[in-house]
């Protein structure tokens, strides 16, 4: 069976090969432009607070990187004496996070479901977790403030053009 698919894909691109009509593209030239990459609004370093269900009050952090609606990264927390350490994988849509985190959590690992809203004038990112696996019970809040931003994805080198709109936040 897969001979055949081979075989048939084979004989239709040597066809094309040698045709006199030339093949027109539906992509647009782009010979000598810059093509505009995705403006990421949410990569960066993230410092706040968090508050445990178990652990109580501690320090965040969070180190996101972001591809089109794609975010993720570290997302940990410091519940002293307990330390979370985490990797989050979330879908952005219009500035509202979901996905999951995994996380170690003294010597066990637990996931969790993760929830968030960016503030792209006040640069702050406020969410939840809940345990899903592991860590039976578990939930938490997170407020934590952009310190800073990654410029990925973007034609230019310069930063105002990246993210115009980043008040006094500087690049990474």
């Known amino acids: 069976m897969f001979r055949t698919i081979v075989s048939v894909l084979a004989a239709a691109v040597l066809a094309g090969c040698a045709s006199s009509t030339p093949v027109q593209s539906s992509i647009p030239s782009t010979t000598g432009a810059a093509i ?5 609004t949410i990569a960066g370093q993230y410092q706040g607070n968090g508050n445990d269900s178990q652990y109580g009050k501690g320090q965040g952090a969070a180190d996101l990187s972001q591809s089109g609606k794609a975010v993720g990264g570290a997302l940990g927390f410091d519940y002293q004496p307990q330390k979370v350490a985490g990797s989050a994988a979330l879908i952005d849509k219009a500035g509202t996070l979901a996905g999951t985190m995994s996380a170690t959590i003294g010597s ?24 899903k696996h592991g860590c039976s019970g578990e939930t938490g809040t997170f407020k934590l403030k952009e310190q800073c931003y990654y410029v990925d994805g973007m034609p230019t080198h310069n930063a105002r053009r990246a993210r115009p709109a980043a008040g006094g ?4």
Do not use: E, I, M, R
């Open 36 to 40: 505009p990459g995705l403006k990421s």
């Open 108 to 131: 066990g690992t637990c996931s969790f479901t993760v929830a968030a809203t960016y503030n792209d004038q006040k640069f702050t990112l406020d969410g939840t977790y809940t345990a």
């Open 169 to 172: 936040l500087k690049p990474c």
